[in-house]
């Protein structure tokens, strides 16, 4: 679970993150929205422990990240997963080469421990036979697969992602939302994710943060975001004719 505790983030000037507090549960699907600007990044990164806040506190399965020492908030570091937005494989190493950097990195593994763990993980998010591919060679749906099983290799108890359906077509938007909906409850993770993509709100919004303006403007299900009266929601979510039109027909239905 990670509890946010009134977080504050500015620039200079620029006054980013205005006091967020929320908080995210484990084994749920928890997503970050908002119009381009509100804060989303900057939040993430803050939960990623690359932006420190000059006020509030997070607190990481009940471990405040201000009390950390460097060595612990390292240690924590290690339990986060991240799958960037446009994937960040390394291009000039193969699928499994990229997959295995983590552990290359930040184990003592031997390589038949690792080969095992990347076969597995690779299994996991349904690729079989692209172990020696490079990522030129693959399509940005297994792109998106190989970036989640190296966010999930080394176990996270956290896994972050940006964007994760940025590029790709609805249907393998979907099938990436589904495959990390399933990976977060099977290991018990505590999921946050970025993005823009109303479907992915309708289809894994267990819980939804939204922010305004570097405010928390609402939270709740992805069954309350189309009955909630928050005209600053409604906007957001009903911005394209094809939503307006769902709403019509559920509010139809309703009477
Ligand atoms: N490193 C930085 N230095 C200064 N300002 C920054 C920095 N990072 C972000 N900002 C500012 O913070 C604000 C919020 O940016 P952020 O990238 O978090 O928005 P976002 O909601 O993620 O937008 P998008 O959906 O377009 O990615 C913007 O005004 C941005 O210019």
Request: hydrophobic share 35%; with cysteine; aromatic share 10%.
């Amino acid at each position: 679970m990670i509890e946010v505790e009134n977080i504050h983030k500015s620039f200079g000037d620029t006054h980013v993150l205005k006091g967020i507090s929320t908080t995210f549960e484990q084994g749920k699907t928890n997503l970050v929205i908002g119009q381009s600007g509100s804060g989303k990044t900057v939040f993430l990164k803050c939960l990623l422990g690359l932006f420190e806040p000059e006020q509030g506190n997070i607190c990481y399965n009940g471990k405040y990240y201000a009390d950390l020492s460097t060595d612990q908030r390292r240690d924590l570091r290690q339990e986060m997963g991240m799958v960037f937005q446009g994937s960040a494989l390394f291009d000039s190493m193969t699928v499994e080469g990229n997959v295995m950097f983590p552990l290359d990195m930040f184990t003592r593994q031997t390589k038949a421990e690792m080969q095992d763990r990347v076969d597995f993980v690779l299994e996991r998010v349904n690729l079989i036979d692209a172990h020696k591919k490079f990522p030129s060679e693959i399509s940005g749906g297994m792109k998106k697969r190989v970036a989640i099983a190296r966010a999930i290799v080394m176990n996270p108890k956290y896994l972050f992602c940006d964007e994760p359906n940025s590029g790709l077509d609805p249907k393998t938007a979907i099938l990436i939302d589904n495959l990390i909906q399933e990976i977060t409850k099977e290991y018990n993770i505590t999921t946050v994710i970025n993005t823009h993509d109303m479907n992915s709100v309708m289809e894994i919004g267990e819980k939804i943060l939204f922010l305004k303006d570097g405010f928390k403007e609402w939270e709740g299900t992805n069954k309350e975001i189309f009955k909630t009266d928050n005209e600053a929601v409604t906007n957001f979510v009903y911005s394209s004719e094809l939503f307006k039109k769902v709403r019509q027909m559920y509010i139809e239905e309703r009477n």
